[in-house]
């Protein structure tokens, strides 16, 4: 990826918007205001707490991230969002039930403040979910252009330097690229038909692109990753990423399988099940949306494992994930994983993982660090797929001719390594020869 313009200290305001403000969004901004406060830790965010080696080992260079690459301050950045529901973000905070009272009760004229601009939605991509606070327009292109103008004034209004997007909204249903995806002519013509196979979130994406808006997908939905969206991205010269943020039973996926694959112990079958009972997990009750997220969360063991690389290890595994929704539990999912794997002679083992998780506090750091690293990438001129992100997500999204990287640890090293090349720095190979020189 080519450098632009030399990453400099941001001047002004940066307005982060989400489509959706349910549980991770407003756990999001509730967040970031706590720890403005000084009443909270940035507890899982890379950009507020994480370090990065610099040079040989022993010349003890390990800045924080935030001090080596410049970074939107948490004082300059302000909240926005659109959803199908009215409630300002304190009230859908109070409905998530992430969060304690006394956590939110302690910014309640900040979370107040932030009210929800009206959703492009359509019942037939959410069916769970039925809202009244939508906008109306003859079509695709008009409710795109009325985005566009929400997204223009907000900027304005806030007096904003810079605006990112990240999709915090429902799971749409499952659905493949079609004709209308292809190009961005089809997918314009397709806009002004009133195409069904447009999804709401693509007119965000579509709109946030338009505007030269970098946007990032944390659900499994298609969104931007389709040519047509792609092409708008490379014309216009913005960064996306996605898709669906990885926290809780696939985060603890990637940690353990890079680990059996580096000790070369093979895998029988891995059978996840989850329950959990907030609005996340009623919308995904329904099949069509299940599916959606069954297919993003399937793909990591095959990709990280490699069973055309290692068939006598990972040839037949059995791979099975369960949602259900359970209301009592809300945003406080359990995740259980029987994992069967087998070692020296083919002995088997068991191994099981009860990971009692709160979903939407893994999530909102990595909302808060995918728009700080957007933002850096948008001004220094990256443009299209930031795959150096994929450590955020369940299902990267990477170039078609490529396949995605899902081991954690090899995430992580692509990310500080791209912090480093922007930077000048050298990039850390762990083939030096600091013992030597
Ligand atoms: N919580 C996590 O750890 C996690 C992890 C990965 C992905 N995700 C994804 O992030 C998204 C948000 O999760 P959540 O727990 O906050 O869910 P949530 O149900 O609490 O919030 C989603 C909000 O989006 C709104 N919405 C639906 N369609 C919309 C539209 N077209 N425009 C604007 N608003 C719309 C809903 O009304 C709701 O308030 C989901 O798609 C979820 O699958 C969450």
């Given at each position: 990826?080519?450098?632009?313009k ?77 959803d ?65 103008t ?52 693509m007119i ?26 792609m ?105 259980w994983?029987?994992i ?38 948008s ?18 999204q ?26 000048g ?13």
């Amino acid at each position: 990826m080519e450098i632009k313009k030399k990453p400099g200290k941001p001047q002004g305001k940066l307005g982060i918007l989400t489509p959706g403000m349910g549980a991770v969004s407003t756990t999001f901004m509730a967040g970031v205001e706590a720890i403005r406060k000084g009443q909270a830790k940035p507890i899982g965010s890379l950009t507020q707490m994480g370090t990065i080696r610099l040079g040989k080992r022993t010349e003890n260079r390990t800045p924080m991230v935030k001090d080596f690459v410049p970074l939107a301050d948490l004082d300059d950045i302000v909240f926005g969002g659109w959803d199908i529901f009215e409630d300002n973000a304190y009230q859908a905070a109070a409905k998530a039930g992430v969060l304690h009272k006394e956590t939110i009760d302690a910014i309640k004229p900040f979370l107040e403040s932030i009210k929800p601009m009206k959703a492009v939605f359509d019942q037939k991509y959410v069916k769970k979910l039925s809202g009244s606070w939508v906008k109306k327009g003859k079509n695709w292109l008009d409710l795109a252009e009325q985005l566009m103008t929400d997204m223009t004034e907000f900027k304005k209004k806030n007096d904003c330097d810079r605006l990112v997007i990240v999709w915090c909204a429902s799971t749409e249903i499952f659905i493949k690229p079609s004709d209308v995806h292809m190009s961005l002519d089809a997918f314009e013509k397709g806009m002004k038909e009133n195409d069904p196979n447009i999804a709401p979130s693509m007119i965000y994406a579509y709109a946030a692109l338009s505007l030269g808006i970098p946007f990032a997908n944390g659900a499994p939905n298609l969104t931007v990753d389709i040519p047509a969206l792609m092409e708008l991205a490379h014309k216009n010269e913005v960064p996306v990423c996605g898709k669906d943020f990885k926290t809780g039973q696939t985060l603890m996926k990637t940690i353990l399988a890079p680990g059996f694959k580096a000790r070369l112990i093979g895998l029988n079958g891995w059978f996840s099940t989850n329950i959990l009972g907030n609005r996340d997990g009623e919308v995904l009750d329904d099949p069509e949306s299940f599916k959606t997220k069954e297919e993003s969360k399937l793909s990591v063991l095959e990709h990280i494992l490699q069973p055309k690389l290692y068939p006598e290890l990972y040839d037949k595994f059995y791979h099975k994930v369960r949602i259900n929704y359970y209301p009592p539990r809300g945003d406080n999912k359990e995740g259980w994983d029987n994992i069967d794997i087998f070692g020296w002679l083919g002995y088997p083992m068991q191994i099981k993982v009860d990971f009692l998780c709160r979903d939407s506090i893994l999530a909102a750091p990595i909302v808060l660090d995918l728009a700080l690293f957007l933002d850096l990438a948008s001004r220094i001129g990256f443009k299209g797929i930031q795959e150096w992100l994929s450590f955020y997500f369940k299902s990267p999204q990477h170039a078609p001719e490529l396949y995605p990287e899902h081991d954690l640890f090899i995430q992580l090293m692509k990310l500080k390594n791209t912090l480093r090349y922007i930077q000048g720095e050298d990039m850390i190979t762990h083939l030096g020869q600091e013992y030597y020189d």
